[in-house]
């Protein structure tokens, strides 16, 4: 069995984290099979800014055409990569951009494809995968008994490693540029623009997040968790529920269908604590304020406390004042 | 503009008792008692449509508007019609088809090809219990026409305009269907409420239903082996107290000692 890792660079807060994915497929491999990462970028990459990855080659793929914004773009210069190049399994990262070109790539070849995969081993000549079902309440084992098979899966933390001098692969690897052709014009779009985040979104970066659910109670409710967050020196995110119902902004959603965060602490008011949710809470600890003591958010937390969290929020506001501590502090 | 919709009716997970899940193992439990409700992704989808619908008739076009599903049971799409929608389609595959996206699109894509092709497909992002996130992207594929995934808000002031997350912000595009959108953390994620009356003229309206046949054997099959509980890596220690002041020390003091206090 051989491994095809799949990523791109071209800017670094779209680069998945290649390296933890080809971790996944060096995992897989036995001795005398061998992983090749095949990096797309819509520009020659310079050699240096290569990704840091354990493969045995690495391919930098200048595909004109290619944007990471529509990832269809990337779904031919895969496909032809790959027609030369065969490989039994294929992987890419489990970001927004690259699970729409793994499906998009594995509809091409009608093979089988996996989302969301949490992980990869083999029995005998199966591959055994692991991926969240049930909105994530439950973990589902599926065999798959032929290749080739197409996998997005989850990093879980592996930081995207960024270019730049001194950058070296953590083991010698052949490397090789190639040129792809160009991806076919969208003529279908008439007009495009991005609309950036004002300043970015600081949330997946946070050291301390503060998350409100529905037992916050509305937009004035996160008004006082922004308030403390700040103090905190942190940041605000929401359930799904709450901000679906505007109460934040959609981009501070946490969960299956929003952000992972890996803060070192996070601090959860009025969340229930349900599956979706706790699928992209990723913290060092974690602390659960609810009034409900039977909560399943408290299962998922490290301390809890049985609390009404406006009162709990008031008070450790009021505390960090007294110290006089804190980013926000005055 | 002939719109066509793709949902799906899920129990409730949320609703889903705790030793239900526990015991899920490889033959599932009864969890009937979980209310049925739209599959939020997919409910955010048939909103969008709707808007669309609207706005194409401010600009004095007409749009019609179709749901279909793949599913044993008629339960909830009849609400579909009281919301506005001109006809409402399920393929009943008469196999269990919870993990088969490829056979799912499969059927949606023969079932497209059967009315003649629509302008515009909507999908929900992703719907238990498989959560697999391939159905749209496979729909776009077969029926060979542009995707956009992640949309979350979708409009018309005479052409086709469609805001969809991208790492960073929104990419906002001025579009030429035919397409498929499949709809993410959209703004419009709760399907409007019907009035009386459209309630009342809903119900002389019939689900129009056609067998489907699901198991399309495309490549090789995908056993699915069983079910398991990822159990929690935290041991909850509660942390008491007996006002708010006195809980938030306790914390603090907790955090302190594990050298993590904010």
Not at chain 1, 39 to 47: K, N
Not at chain 2, 155 to 175: A, E, K, P, S, T
Not at chain 2, 206 to 228: K, M, N, T
Not at chain 2, 241 to 251: C, D, N, Y
Request: with cysteine; proline share 7%; aromatic share 6%.
């Amino acid at each position: 069995m051989n491994a095809l890792v799949v990523g791109f660079f071209d800017a670094p807060e779209r680069r998945p984290a290649l390296a933890g994915v080809a971790a996944h497929a060096a995992a897989l491999l036995r001795p005398g099979e061998s992983t090749t990462c095949l990096a797309l970028s819509a520009i020659a990459e310079e050699e240096e800014s290569a990704p840091s990855v354990e493969c045995d080659r690495l391919v930098l793929l200048e595909a004109p055409g290619w944007d990471p914004a529509l990832p269809r773009t990337g779904v031919g210069a895969v496909f032809d990569y790959w027609r030369e190049n065969r490989a039994d399994i294929v992987l890419f990262g489990n970001d927004e951009a690259s699970r729409e070109l793994a499906g998009r790539f594995a509809a091409k070849l009608e093979c089988a494809c996996f989302l969301g995969v949490n992980s990869l081993s083999r029995d005998g000549d199966d591959v055994i995968i692991e991926k969240p079902a049930y909105s994530s309440n439950l973990t589902a084992r599926l065999r798959v008994a032929a290749t080739p098979i197409v996998v997005a899966v989850e990093t879980d933390g592996a930081p995207a490693l960024a270019p730049g001098p001194g950058f070296s692969p953590p083991r010698r690897c052949a490397s090789e540029r190639r040129r792809a052709d160009a991806a076919a014009p969208e003529c279908w779009i008439e007009e495009q623009s991005v609309e950036p985040d004002p300043q970015g979104n600081p949330l997946p970066g946070a050291a301390v997040v503060v998350v409100g659910g529905k037992g916050v109670g509305g937009a004035e409710g996160f008004g006082v968790l922004e308030r403390l967050a700040k103090r905190l020196g942190g940041e605000v995110g929401a359930t799904r529920p709450a901000a679906l119902d505007g109460w934040l902004d959609a981009g501070r959603l946490i969960g299956q269908s929003g952000l992972t965060v890996r803060p070192k602490l996070a601090l959860l008011f009025g969340v229930s604590g349900a599956a979706p949710f706790l699928a992209g809470l990723r913290a060092g600890t974690v602390v659960a304020i609810n009034r409900d003591p039977d909560a399943p958010v408290f299962a998922a937390a490290d301390f809890g406390t049985v609390a009404d969290w406006r009162e709990f929020a008031d008070a450790l506001m009021r505390a960090r004042i007294a110290d006089g501590s804190g980013p926000g502090a005055t | 503009m002939n719109i066509l919709v793709c949902c799906k009716v899920v129990r409730d997970y949320d609703q889903v008792l705790r030793e239900d899940w526990d015991g899920w193992g490889t033959s599932g439990r009864d969890v009937s008692y979980a209310r049925r409700m739209v599959n939020p992704f997919d409910e955010a989808a048939l909103e969008t449509a709707l808007r669309i619908r609207d706005a194409v008739a401010a600009s004095g076009g007409a749009a019609s508007l179709t749901a279909v599903t793949v599913a044993d049971s008629d339960a909830l799409l009849g609400d579909l019609f009281a919301v506005g929608f001109d006809s409402v389609e399920r393929l009943a595959p008469g196999s269990d088809a919870a993990f088969e996206p490829w056979g799912i699109a499969a059927a949606l894509h023969r079932h497209v090809e059967r009315k003649g092709g629509f302008d515009l497909v909507l999908c929900g992002k992703q719907a238990g219990p498989g959560d697999s996130g391939l159905t749209g992207l496979y729909l776009a594929e077969r029926l060979g026409v542009p995707c956009l995934a992640n949309v979350v808000d979708a409009g018309y002031d005479g052409g086709l305009v469609v805001r969809r997350r991208i790492d960073g912000g929104h990419l906002r595009l001025r579009v030429r269907p035919p397409l498929v959108l499949v709809i993410g953390n959209a703004r419009y994620s709760y399907l409007r409420l019907p009035t009386l009356r459209e309630k009342m003229a809903a119900k002389k309206k019939r689900v129009d239903v056609f067998p489907v046949d699901i198991a399309e054997p495309a490549f090789p099959p995908i056993r699915l082996e069983g079910f398991a509980r990822q159990p929690s890596r935290r041991a909850c220690v509660m942390v008491g107290g007996e006002s708010a002041v006195e809980q938030v020390r306790a914390m603090a003091a907790r955090l302190e000692a594990l050298g993590g206090a904010p």
